[in-house]
């Protein structure tokens, strides 16, 4: 079992930034990636940035690019994201995961999420 704890959400002015914590905690065996999605209101769940355990490219939606970046730290199996020049459309519930990109159907962890409201 994976514990996923987001952090970090909050109200910023569009054009602001604002950085995203990501911790996962118990058996982290078999996961080898993790990543960032995001929720609008009436909108379907999308990725915002994906970053492999080792090896590999991180991956963003292109909408983010240019504007997000995500990192990691593998001995503290926490991910950040940071996100500069925000915008309203922007504006979600944030959830962290973490998988296997081989076998997600087995080892999948989602956390609960956490809000970024962009506003002025």
């Known amino acids: 079992q994976v514990q996923v704890v987001e952090s970090g959400g909050g109200l910023v002015q569009p054009g602001g930034s604002l950085r995203l914590s990501c911790a996962a905690s118990g058996s982290m065996i078999g996961i080898n990636v993790m990543g960032w999605y995001r929720q609008a209101l009436g909108k379907q769940r999308e990725l915002v940035a994906s970053i492999p355990e080792e090896g590999g490219s991180t991956e963003y939606a292109d909408s983010m690019k240019g504007r997000f970046i995500i990192s990691r730290d593998n001995s503290k199996n926490t991910v950040d994201l940071q996100m500069n020049s925000l915008k309203p459309e922007d504006t979600a519930v944030y959830y962290c995961?973490?998988?296997?990109?081989?076998?997600?159907?087995?080892?999948?962890?989602w956390g609960r999420g956490t809000q970024v409201t962009v506003s002025s």
């Open positions: 995961r973490a998988w296997n990109i081989y076998s997600e159907y087995a080892r999948d962890f």
